[in-house]
């Protein structure tokens, strides 16, 4: 069965400051990796996403995150943080085959940023 | 700017009373997702549809809980009755899915249900 884990439930670092969260799938096959931000009374807004291909990808916002399948992990990276990139962010793995189309979400990762 | 819209935003009921909150995917999206977010459970995945078709509805209280695609213009979902624990944020998401490629999805604004 598909699962995500992100070990990170809160992370604060200061504004100018790299960040980088975690994620890591079960997948039974290569998946499609998803991350998701979303602000406070908000929807969920996609970041940037991987298919196949380049392992490194890059997202909206100046986000980027890589692929590592021996690891399982998809952890999504930015060189420096802005205040506004306080939210929650989410990690997701979808099946890449036949009819599944089903997108299973980790819990999340809250966002604080420090002046 | 295309966008997926859900009604209402914000609803509020007493318990037993029946809930329906609903969802205009993008025209054009053929998959339609509905997830419960809360506190202590993160995004749970309740059901999915493609080409109005339930595909999986293992997330969903069965007993409550019943979603159904009139049309490909509208998914909906409802709680009859409702109790205190279904107080949650309700998202629908599309997505335009013809396997084996599968694309991202798209989520609404939400519904923010609170039951007393």
């Known amino acids: 069965a598909q699962s995500v884990t992100q070990p990170d439930i809160h992370i604060t670092v200061s504004e100018g400051a790299s960040l980088e969260l975690r994620c890591n799938y079960s997948?039974?096959?290569?998946?499609?990796l998803f991350w998701y931000v979303q602000s406070p009374g908000q929807g969920l807004q996609l970041l940037l996403k991987?298919?196949?291909?380049?392992?490194l990808v890059q997202g909206i916002k100046g986000f980027e995150a890589e692929f590592k399948r021996s690891q399982s992990s998809f952890n999504l990276r930015k060189p420096s943080v802005h205040w506004s990139d306080a939210a929650e962010y989410f990690c997701?793995?979808?099946?890449?085959?036949?009819?599944?189309?089903?997108?299973?979400f980790g819990k999340g990762t809250k966002l604080s940023v420090k002046p | 700017d295309a966008r997926v819209t859900q009604t209402p935003r914000h609803k509020v009921t007493e318990m037993g009373q029946e809930v329906t909150m609903r969802c205009q995917p993008i025209?054009?999206?053929?998959?339609v997702f509905w997830y419960r977010q809360t506190m202590m459970q993160g995004l749970e995945l309740l059901a999915y549809?493609?080409?109005?078709?339930?595909?999986?509805d293992s997330g969903m209280p069965k007993d409550r809980f019943s979603a159904e695609m009139p049309d490909a213009t509208l998914a909906t979902l409802k709680i009859q009755p409702s109790e205190p624990r279904d107080s949650a944020v309700y998202f629908c998401?599309?997505?335009?899915?013809?396997?084996?490629?599968?694309?991202?999805?798209?989520f609404g604004q939400g519904t923010r249900l609170t039951v007393v």
């Open positions: 997701a793995v979808g099946a890449n085959r036949g009819s599944q189309g089903n997108l299973i």
């Open positions: 025209l054009g999206h053929n998959t």
């Open positions: 997948y039974g096959a290569t998946p499609y």
């Open positions: 549809f493609r080409n109005r078709a339930p595909l999986d």
């Open positions: 991987y298919f196949s291909g380049d392992t």
């Open positions: 998401a599309s997505a335009r899915q013809a396997p084996p490629l599968n694309t991202e999805a798209f």
